[in-house]
């Protein structure tokens, strides 16, 4: 199973990037996939989540209206689309794959599978 997160660069305060996950020897059809970032000196923590079957999305209160969520089964692939973005969104985003459904926008330790993560600089 590989995940590969793609999509960071560097991008001034206020602008956008889209983040993907292209999923192999696994199928979105079967797996929830969410997105984690780490700030340097910080924590792992959860930004979003969208289950496989029905496609409910979770966000973190600090992205909510900013990042959206979604996934394209054809293409194996989940991206996050950020908007809007503040020098507190520079971190290096990973996504993740469990089964099913998400546990809310968290749930970091009941990931079965991690991608390598792509580092987002918000920065004038």
């Known amino acids: 199973v590989q995940l590969q997160a793609s999509g960071g660069g560097l991008v001034q305060p206020g602008g956008s990037l889209r983040l993907s996950c292209a999923a192999s020897?696994?199928?979105?059809?079967?797996?929830?996939i969410g997105w984690f970032h780490q700030a340097p000196g910080k924590e792992r923590e959860g930004v979003s989540c969208?289950?496989?079957?029905?496609?409910?999305?979770h966000y973190k209160d600090s992205v909510k209206g900013r990042f959206t969520i979604s996934r394209d089964n054809a293409k194996n692939t989940v991206y996050l689309q950020m908007k809007s973005l503040k020098p507190e969104d520079t971190a290096v985003y990973y996504c993740?794959?469990?089964?099913?459904?998400?546990?809310?926008?968290?749930?970091?330790?009941?990931?079965?599978?991690w991608g390598q993560g792509t580092l987002v600089t918000v920065s004038s």
């Open positions: 993740a794959a469990r089964w099913r459904r998400c546990s809310g926008y968290g749930g970091y330790n009941e990931y079965e599978y």
């Open positions: 969208i289950s496989s079957s029905d496609g409910i999305t």
């Open positions: 020897g696994l199928s979105l059809v079967d797996y929830a």
